[in-house]
Protein backbone atom coordinates (compact mmCIF):
# COMPACT_ATOMS: atom_id res chain seq x y z
CA UNK A 1 0.00 0.00 0.00
CA UNK A 2 1.19 3.44 -0.75
CA UNK A 3 2.60 5.91 2.08
CA UNK A 4 2.39 9.46 2.72
CA UNK A 5 5.82 11.17 1.94
CA UNK A 6 7.56 13.85 4.28
CA UNK A 7 8.13 17.08 2.22
CA UNK A 8 6.38 19.93 4.50
CA UNK A 9 8.58 22.01 6.54
CA UNK A 10 7.81 23.98 9.24
CA UNK A 11 7.54 27.23 7.44
CA UNK A 12 4.45 24.72 4.97
CA UNK A 13 2.74 24.21 8.02
CA UNK A 14 2.25 27.72 10.01
CA UNK A 15 0.87 28.86 6.07
CA UNK A 16 -0.96 25.99 6.46
CA UNK A 17 -2.14 26.45 9.77
CA UNK A 18 -2.97 30.50 9.35
CA UNK A 19 -4.15 29.35 6.09
CA UNK A 20 -6.87 27.19 6.91
CA UNK A 21 -7.47 30.14 9.85
CA UNK A 22 -7.87 33.07 8.55
CA UNK A 23 -10.92 32.28 6.14
CA UNK A 24 -12.55 30.53 8.41
CA UNK A 25 -14.89 32.96 9.91
CA UNK A 26 -13.25 36.80 10.44
CA UNK A 27 -14.20 36.73 6.19
CA UNK A 28 -17.68 34.92 6.69
CA UNK A 29 -19.03 35.35 9.74
CA UNK A 30 -17.56 38.53 11.43
CA UNK A 31 -20.74 40.43 10.99
CA UNK A 32 -23.23 37.26 12.67
CA UNK A 33 -20.80 37.73 15.76
CA UNK A 34 -21.05 41.41 16.03
CA UNK A 35 -25.31 40.63 16.03
CA UNK A 36 -24.80 39.11 18.99
CA UNK A 37 -21.35 40.83 20.50
CA UNK A 38 -22.23 44.70 19.03
CA UNK A 39 -19.03 46.72 19.79
CA UNK A 40 -17.65 44.20 22.02
CA UNK A 41 -17.17 41.44 19.29
CA UNK A 42 -13.44 41.62 19.41
CA UNK A 43 -13.35 40.67 23.08
CA UNK A 44 -15.95 37.88 22.15
CA UNK A 45 -13.25 36.58 19.57
CA UNK A 46 -10.27 37.31 22.36
CA UNK A 47 -12.40 35.13 24.48
CA UNK A 48 -12.71 32.18 21.93
CA UNK A 49 -8.90 32.62 20.89
CA UNK A 50 -7.90 32.19 24.77
CA UNK A 51 -9.80 28.75 24.95
CA UNK A 52 -8.11 27.71 21.47
CA UNK A 53 -4.80 28.37 22.89
CA UNK A 54 -5.39 26.33 25.72
CA UNK A 55 -6.62 23.38 23.47
CA UNK A 56 -3.45 23.95 21.21
CA UNK A 57 -1.01 23.00 24.07
CA UNK A 58 -3.40 20.17 24.37
CA UNK A 59 -2.94 19.25 20.95
CA UNK A 60 0.96 20.16 20.94
CA UNK A 61 1.95 17.64 23.59
CA UNK A 62 -0.14 14.85 21.96
CA UNK A 63 1.17 15.41 18.42
CA UNK A 64 4.27 15.20 19.79
CA UNK A 65 4.29 11.75 21.21
CA UNK A 66 2.31 10.56 18.29
CA UNK A 67 2.64 11.95 15.21
CA UNK A 68 0.13 10.46 13.42
CA UNK A 69 -2.25 11.76 10.34
CA UNK A 70 -4.76 10.57 12.18
CA UNK A 71 -4.74 13.59 14.67
CA UNK A 72 -7.21 13.16 17.30
CA UNK A 73 -8.05 9.60 16.07
CA UNK A 74 -4.65 8.53 17.33
CA UNK A 75 -5.08 10.31 20.68
CA UNK A 76 -8.61 9.46 21.70
CA UNK A 77 -7.14 5.57 20.69
CA UNK A 78 -4.41 5.54 22.93
CA UNK A 79 -6.46 7.31 25.49
CA UNK A 80 -9.74 5.80 25.83
CA UNK A 81 -9.77 2.44 23.07
CA UNK A 82 -10.15 2.36 19.36
CA UNK A 83 -13.65 2.38 19.33
CA UNK A 84 -13.81 5.48 20.89
CA UNK A 85 -10.65 6.76 18.66
CA UNK A 86 -12.83 6.10 15.54
CA UNK A 87 -15.85 7.76 16.70
CA UNK A 88 -13.62 11.04 17.41
CA UNK A 89 -12.48 10.61 14.08
CA UNK A 90 -15.80 10.25 12.51
CA UNK A 91 -16.24 13.73 14.64
CA UNK A 92 -13.44 15.55 13.57
CA UNK A 93 -13.43 14.60 9.89
CA UNK A 94 -17.25 15.56 10.12
CA UNK A 95 -16.06 19.08 11.51
CA UNK A 96 -13.70 19.43 8.63
CA UNK A 97 -16.27 18.64 6.11
CA UNK A 98 -18.93 20.99 7.83
CA UNK A 99 -16.62 23.67 8.08
CA UNK A 100 -15.55 23.45 4.45
CA UNK A 101 -19.69 23.42 3.57
CA UNK A 102 -19.59 26.82 5.78
CA UNK A 103 -17.00 28.96 3.82
CA UNK A 104 -18.42 27.78 0.94
CA UNK A 105 -21.23 29.77 1.46
CA UNK A 106 -19.19 32.37 2.60
CA UNK A 107 -17.21 32.60 -0.48
CA UNK A 108 -20.68 32.95 -2.79
CA UNK A 109 -21.62 35.94 -0.64
CA UNK A 110 -18.22 37.49 -1.71
CA UNK A 111 -18.65 35.97 -5.25
CA UNK A 112 -22.14 37.59 -5.66
CA UNK A 113 -20.82 40.75 -5.45
CA UNK A 114 -18.56 40.41 -8.79
CA UNK A 115 -21.24 38.21 -10.42
CA UNK A 116 -24.59 37.63 -9.87
CA UNK A 117 -24.81 33.97 -9.82
CA UNK A 118 -26.86 32.22 -6.50
CA UNK A 119 -25.47 30.69 -3.08
CA UNK A 120 -25.90 27.20 -4.18
CA UNK A 121 -24.16 27.21 -7.48
CA UNK A 122 -21.20 29.17 -6.34
CA UNK A 123 -20.90 27.13 -3.17
CA UNK A 124 -20.86 23.95 -5.32
CA UNK A 125 -18.81 25.01 -7.78
CA UNK A 126 -16.18 26.35 -4.91
CA UNK A 127 -16.51 22.84 -3.30
CA UNK A 128 -15.55 21.14 -7.02
CA UNK A 129 -12.54 23.39 -7.56
CA UNK A 130 -11.14 22.55 -4.61
CA UNK A 131 -11.93 18.88 -4.72
CA UNK A 132 -10.01 18.98 -8.48
CA UNK A 133 -6.86 20.89 -6.54
CA UNK A 134 -6.85 18.20 -3.16
CA UNK A 135 -7.04 14.94 -6.04
CA UNK A 136 -3.92 16.80 -7.68
CA UNK A 137 -1.44 15.72 -4.93
CA UNK A 138 -0.21 17.69 -1.51
CA UNK A 139 2.69 19.54 -3.11
CA UNK A 140 0.32 21.24 -5.65
CA UNK A 141 -2.08 21.97 -2.34
CA UNK A 142 0.67 23.19 -0.58
CA UNK A 143 1.89 25.62 -3.10
CA UNK A 144 -1.71 26.72 -3.43
CA UNK A 145 -2.32 26.97 0.14
CA UNK A 146 0.98 29.09 0.35
CA UNK A 147 -0.21 32.01 -2.16
CA UNK A 148 -3.91 32.15 -1.34
CA UNK A 149 -2.72 32.12 2.93
CA UNK A 150 -0.65 35.51 1.69
CA UNK A 151 -3.63 37.15 -0.54
CA UNK A 152 -5.80 36.40 2.44
CA UNK A 153 -3.80 37.95 5.18
CA UNK A 154 -3.10 41.23 2.57
CA UNK A 155 -6.89 41.68 2.37
CA UNK A 156 -6.83 41.44 6.26
CA UNK A 157 -3.98 43.88 6.85
CA UNK A 158 -5.94 46.27 4.02
CA UNK A 159 -8.84 46.19 5.74
CA UNK A 160 -6.75 47.27 8.81
CA UNK A 161 -5.23 50.26 6.79
CA UNK A 162 -9.29 51.09 5.88
CA UNK A 163 -10.67 51.10 9.16
CA UNK A 164 -7.85 52.23 11.47
CA UNK A 165 -8.51 55.81 11.36
CA UNK A 166 -11.76 55.27 12.74
CA UNK A 167 -10.84 53.48 16.12
CA UNK A 168 -12.00 55.55 19.02
CA UNK A 169 -15.61 56.74 16.82
CA UNK A 170 -17.03 53.76 19.80
CA UNK A 171 -17.30 52.96 22.81
CA UNK A 172 -15.39 49.26 22.40
CA UNK A 173 -16.29 48.18 26.00
CA UNK A 174 -20.09 48.84 26.00
CA UNK A 175 -22.16 45.47 26.61
CA UNK A 176 -24.41 44.12 23.87
CA UNK A 177 -28.05 44.59 24.00
CA UNK A 178 -28.92 40.78 25.20
CA UNK A 179 -25.94 41.45 28.20
CA UNK A 180 -23.36 38.82 28.95
CA UNK A 181 -25.53 35.99 27.09
CA UNK A 182 -24.87 37.87 24.05
CA UNK A 183 -21.49 38.53 24.88
CA UNK A 184 -20.80 34.90 24.98
CA UNK A 185 -23.20 33.69 22.58
CA UNK A 186 -20.54 35.98 20.41
CA UNK A 187 -17.80 34.49 21.49
CA UNK A 188 -19.38 30.63 20.58
CA UNK A 189 -20.23 31.84 16.98
CA UNK A 190 -16.99 33.51 16.60
CA UNK A 191 -15.01 30.76 17.97
CA UNK A 192 -15.46 28.95 14.22
CA UNK A 193 -13.43 31.40 13.16
CA UNK A 194 -10.52 29.57 15.09
CA UNK A 195 -11.56 26.37 13.68
CA UNK A 196 -8.25 24.97 10.98
CA UNK A 197 -5.13 25.04 13.60
CA UNK A 198 -5.84 21.25 15.04
CA UNK A 199 -5.49 20.63 11.45
CA UNK A 200 -2.25 20.94 10.94
CA UNK A 201 -1.58 17.87 13.48
CA UNK A 202 -2.84 16.24 10.33
CA UNK A 203 0.32 16.78 8.61
CA UNK A 204 2.05 15.03 10.98
CA UNK A 205 3.41 12.29 8.48
CA UNK A 206 4.30 14.44 5.57
CA UNK A 207 6.04 16.83 8.04
CA UNK A 208 10.12 16.63 8.15
CA UNK A 209 10.92 16.21 12.55
CA UNK A 210 7.40 16.33 13.30
CA UNK A 211 7.22 16.16 16.81
CA UNK A 212 9.25 19.67 16.08
CA UNK A 213 8.10 21.16 13.90
CA UNK A 214 4.10 20.47 14.44
CA UNK A 215 4.19 21.99 18.07
CA UNK A 216 6.14 25.15 16.71
CA UNK A 217 3.56 25.62 13.99
CA UNK A 218 0.49 25.22 16.34
CA UNK A 219 1.74 27.89 18.88
CA UNK A 220 3.20 30.36 15.86
CA UNK A 221 0.41 29.95 13.82
CA UNK A 222 -2.22 30.85 16.51
CA UNK A 223 -0.46 34.12 18.10
CA UNK A 224 -0.35 35.20 14.50
CA UNK A 225 -3.64 34.87 14.21
CA UNK A 226 -4.88 36.30 17.92
CA UNK A 227 -2.90 39.43 16.79
CA UNK A 228 -4.89 39.78 13.18
CA UNK A 229 -7.91 38.69 14.39
CA UNK A 230 -8.36 41.55 16.93
CA UNK A 231 -7.00 44.30 14.99
CA UNK A 232 -9.60 43.41 12.32
CA UNK A 233 -12.58 43.39 14.91
CA UNK A 234 -11.96 46.50 16.36
CA UNK A 235 -11.70 47.80 13.53
CA UNK A 236 -14.96 46.52 11.96
CA UNK A 237 -16.99 47.60 14.68
CA UNK A 238 -15.33 51.36 14.50
CA UNK A 239 -15.79 51.55 11.14
CA UNK A 240 -19.47 50.21 10.49
CA UNK A 241 -21.79 50.13 13.09
CA UNK A 242 -22.70 46.30 14.57
CA UNK A 243 -26.10 46.46 13.55
CA UNK A 244 -25.35 46.67 9.62
CA UNK A 245 -22.49 44.03 9.89
CA UNK A 246 -25.02 41.64 10.91
CA UNK A 247 -27.05 41.76 7.88
CA UNK A 248 -24.33 41.64 5.71
CA UNK A 249 -23.16 38.78 3.74
CA UNK A 250 -19.89 40.26 2.80
CA UNK A 251 -19.21 42.03 6.19
CA UNK A 252 -15.42 43.53 5.20
CA UNK A 253 -16.62 44.77 1.67
CA UNK A 254 -18.99 46.65 3.79
CA UNK A 255 -16.02 47.75 5.77
CA UNK A 256 -14.03 49.03 2.57
CA UNK A 257 -16.62 50.14 0.67
CA UNK A 258 -17.16 53.40 3.51
CA UNK A 259 -13.97 54.64 2.07
CA UNK A 260 -12.93 53.07 -1.05
CA UNK A 261 -16.15 52.70 -2.78
CA UNK A 262 -17.24 49.99 -5.52
CA UNK A 263 -13.63 50.03 -6.23
CA UNK A 264 -12.67 48.82 -2.77
CA UNK A 265 -15.18 46.35 -2.60
CA UNK A 266 -14.37 44.51 -5.77
CA UNK A 267 -10.37 44.30 -4.44
CA UNK A 268 -11.80 42.76 -1.54
CA UNK A 269 -14.34 40.55 -2.72
CA UNK A 270 -11.57 39.01 -4.58
CA UNK A 271 -8.95 38.59 -2.11
CA UNK A 272 -12.08 36.96 0.27
CA UNK A 273 -12.56 34.41 -2.80
CA UNK A 274 -9.11 32.99 -2.27
CA UNK A 275 -9.05 33.14 1.25
CA UNK A 276 -12.97 31.30 1.64
CA UNK A 277 -11.13 29.18 -0.76
CA UNK A 278 -7.68 28.26 1.02
CA UNK A 279 -10.00 27.28 4.29
CA UNK A 280 -11.61 24.78 2.31
CA UNK A 281 -8.62 23.55 0.82
CA UNK A 282 -7.09 23.08 4.54
CA UNK A 283 -10.28 21.26 5.71
CA UNK A 284 -10.57 19.08 2.58
CA UNK A 285 -6.99 17.95 3.32
CA UNK A 286 -7.26 17.42 7.13
CA UNK A 287 -10.51 15.64 7.19
CA UNK A 288 -9.01 13.58 4.32
CA UNK A 289 -5.97 12.47 6.50
CA UNK A 290 -8.30 11.16 9.38
CA UNK A 291 -10.16 9.17 7.30
CA UNK A 292 -7.34 7.44 5.46
CA UNK A 293 -5.38 6.67 8.92
CA UNK A 294 -9.05 5.30 10.33
CA UNK A 295 -9.51 3.45 6.77
CA UNK A 296 -5.84 1.52 7.66
CA UNK A 297 -7.55 0.33 10.84
CA UNK A 298 -11.01 -0.16 10.68
CA UNK A 299 -12.40 -3.13 8.27
CA UNK A 300 -15.53 -1.17 8.32
CA UNK A 301 -13.96 1.96 6.43
CA UNK A 302 -10.92 0.55 4.78
CA UNK A 303 -11.99 1.57 1.31
CA UNK A 304 -10.87 5.29 2.72
CA UNK A 305 -7.34 4.05 3.17
CA UNK A 306 -6.95 3.68 -0.71
CA UNK A 307 -4.13 5.93 -1.85
CA UNK A 308 -3.56 7.01 -5.35
CA UNK A 309 -0.21 5.82 -6.65
CA UNK A 310 0.13 8.39 -9.17
CA UNK A 311 -0.78 11.50 -6.86
CA UNK A 312 0.19 10.06 -3.50
CA UNK A 313 -3.67 11.47 -2.22
CA UNK A 314 -6.48 9.49 -0.59
CA UNK A 315 -8.34 9.92 -3.36
CA UNK A 316 -11.78 7.95 -1.66
CA UNK A 317 -11.55 9.15 1.35
CA UNK A 318 -11.90 13.17 -0.69
CA UNK A 319 -14.63 11.77 -2.61
CA UNK A 320 -16.90 11.03 0.18
CA UNK A 321 -16.06 14.32 1.80
CA UNK A 322 -16.69 16.18 -1.76
CA UNK A 323 -20.29 14.74 -1.29
CA UNK A 324 -20.97 15.42 2.29
CA UNK A 325 -19.37 18.96 1.72
CA UNK A 326 -21.67 19.43 -1.39
CA UNK A 327 -24.83 18.29 1.22
CA UNK A 328 -24.57 20.90 4.22
CA UNK A 329 -23.43 23.59 1.85
CA UNK A 330 -27.29 23.36 0.25
CA UNK A 331 -28.48 24.25 3.80
CA UNK A 332 -27.88 27.87 2.74
CA UNK A 333 -27.64 29.88 5.76
CA UNK A 334 -23.84 30.63 7.48
CA UNK A 335 -24.54 31.22 10.53
CA UNK A 336 -26.76 27.77 10.98
CA UNK A 337 -23.92 25.48 9.29
CA UNK A 338 -20.96 27.23 11.45
CA UNK A 339 -22.86 26.46 14.65
CA UNK A 340 -23.09 22.75 13.75
CA UNK A 341 -19.68 22.65 12.94
CA UNK A 342 -18.70 24.46 16.24
CA UNK A 343 -21.10 21.39 18.06
CA UNK A 344 -18.23 18.63 16.40
CA UNK A 345 -15.14 20.65 17.41
CA UNK A 346 -16.03 21.70 20.73
CA UNK A 347 -16.63 17.80 21.48
CA UNK A 348 -13.21 17.03 19.69
CA UNK A 349 -11.05 19.68 22.13
CA UNK A 350 -12.98 18.33 25.52
CA UNK A 351 -12.13 15.12 24.55
CA UNK A 352 -8.33 16.08 23.21
CA UNK A 353 -7.85 17.97 26.36
CA UNK A 354 -9.39 15.12 28.17
CA UNK A 355 -6.61 12.72 26.40
CA UNK A 356 -3.77 14.55 27.65
CA UNK A 357 -4.98 13.81 31.40
CA UNK A 358 -5.74 10.08 30.77
CA UNK A 359 -2.08 9.53 29.34
CA UNK A 360 -0.31 11.51 31.29
CA UNK A 361 -1.81 8.53 34.13
CA UNK A 362 -1.61 5.59 31.68
CA UNK A 363 1.63 6.07 29.69
CA UNK A 364 3.54 8.01 32.05
CA UNK A 365 6.68 6.57 30.81
CA UNK A 366 5.94 7.55 26.73
CA UNK A 367 8.58 10.52 25.57
CA UNK A 368 7.08 13.77 25.32
CA UNK A 369 9.18 16.09 23.45
CA UNK A 370 7.04 18.74 24.45
CA UNK A 371 5.12 18.81 27.56
CA UNK A 372 2.60 21.26 28.70
CA UNK A 373 3.61 23.14 31.78
CA UNK A 374 1.77 24.21 34.81
CA UNK A 375 1.31 21.05 36.51
CA UNK A 376 -0.49 19.57 39.43
CA UNK A 377 0.06 16.44 40.48
CA UNK A 378 1.12 15.72 37.44
CA UNK A 379 -2.33 17.10 36.05
CA UNK A 380 -2.05 19.95 33.09
CA UNK A 381 -3.70 22.79 34.45
CA UNK A 382 -3.81 24.24 30.91
CA UNK A 383 -5.76 21.44 29.55
CA UNK A 384 -8.22 21.50 32.52
CA UNK A 385 -9.01 25.25 31.66
CA UNK A 386 -9.67 24.32 28.37
CA UNK A 387 -12.12 21.61 28.69
CA UNK A 388 -14.13 24.57 31.51
CA UNK A 389 -13.70 27.41 28.59
CA UNK A 390 -14.58 24.71 25.76
CA UNK A 391 -17.70 23.77 28.33
CA UNK A 392 -19.02 27.18 28.57
CA UNK A 393 -18.94 27.95 25.07
CA UNK A 394 -20.33 24.89 24.07
CA UNK A 395 -23.20 25.56 26.07
CA UNK A 396 -23.75 29.37 24.31
CA UNK A 397 -23.48 27.58 20.91
CA UNK A 398 -26.53 25.14 21.76
CA UNK A 399 -28.26 28.52 22.57
CA UNK A 400 -27.20 30.11 19.46
CA UNK A 401 -28.24 27.06 17.69
CA UNK A 402 -31.57 27.25 19.64
CA UNK A 403 -32.07 31.02 18.80
CA UNK A 404 -30.45 31.21 15.07
CA UNK A 405 -34.44 31.70 13.82
CA UNK A 406 -35.03 34.36 15.68
Known amino acids: MAQLKRTLGLGQCIFFGVGSILGAGIYTLVGKVAGWGGNLTWLSFLVASV ?7 SYAELCAAFPKSGGEYEYAKKAFGKTTGVVLGSVISANGIISGATVSLGFAGYFAQLLPVSTVIASLGIIGLIFLINVSGMKQSSVVNIVFTLIEAGGLFFVIYTAFPTIGNVNLFKMPEKGAIGFFAAASLSFYAYIGFEDIVKLAEETEQPEKNIPRALFISSII ?3 IYTLVTICAVS ?4 QQLSKSGSPLADIV ?5 STGVIVISIIALF ?3 NTILSNMIGSSRVLLNI ?12 ISPKRNTP ?7 LIVMCSFALIGRIEVVALIANLFIFITFILVNLSV ?11 RPFRIPFNISGIPVISVLGIILTLLLLAFNIYGLINSGS
Do not use: C, H, Q
Open 275 to 277: STS
Open 295 to 306: GKESKAMSMFAY
Open 315 to 321: VAALVLI
Open 51 to 57: TALFTAF
Open 225 to 227: IVI
Open 257 to 261: NSRFG
Open 357 to 367: IILRRKEKDIK
Open 239 to 242: AVPW
